[in-house]
DNA sequence: TTATTGACGGGTA
DNA sequence: GTACCCGCCAATA
């Protein structure tokens, strides 16, 4: 039987950042956080890059700590990052996200709501 | 096999 | 606010 496994890790991942409501944003950390084990969010930003192939991840609602479209430059366009966002509502300036302490969306609570 | 890199975070100076 | 360092795990060369 072929190993599914697909790094069970990933798929951790993809399911969080599917679960990020419109108007939303998370953080890598978070991300790890929520998994609970002690993962760095290298690994975070390692499953978004592996994300190629799965359209359905909103990886724009994923920045670093920093509120910054770190992996921006990782989407078809340097700007299409920053306009999804501001599709879904929220606003980004400067390839950063504005009120982001407001736009924080932390998976380890509000999934253990 | 080892070394380097990578969509990061947190702490310290 | 800025700069620098360490840690963490996996993939690639």
Redesign the pocket.
Known sequence: MPKKDD?N?FEQVYAIVEQVPKGRVT????I??SLG????????????????GDPR?P??R?????G?L??????GTPTR?QELLEKDGVAVKNDTVQDFAKRFWDPAIELAL
């Open positions: 790094t890790f953080t890598y950390g978070a790890a956080k084990s002690g993962l760095s969010a290298r690994m975070v930003g390692w499953a978004m890059n592996t994300c190629h991840i990886a724009q994923v920045v670093n700590r920093n910054q770190s992996g921006k430059a990782h989407f990052m």
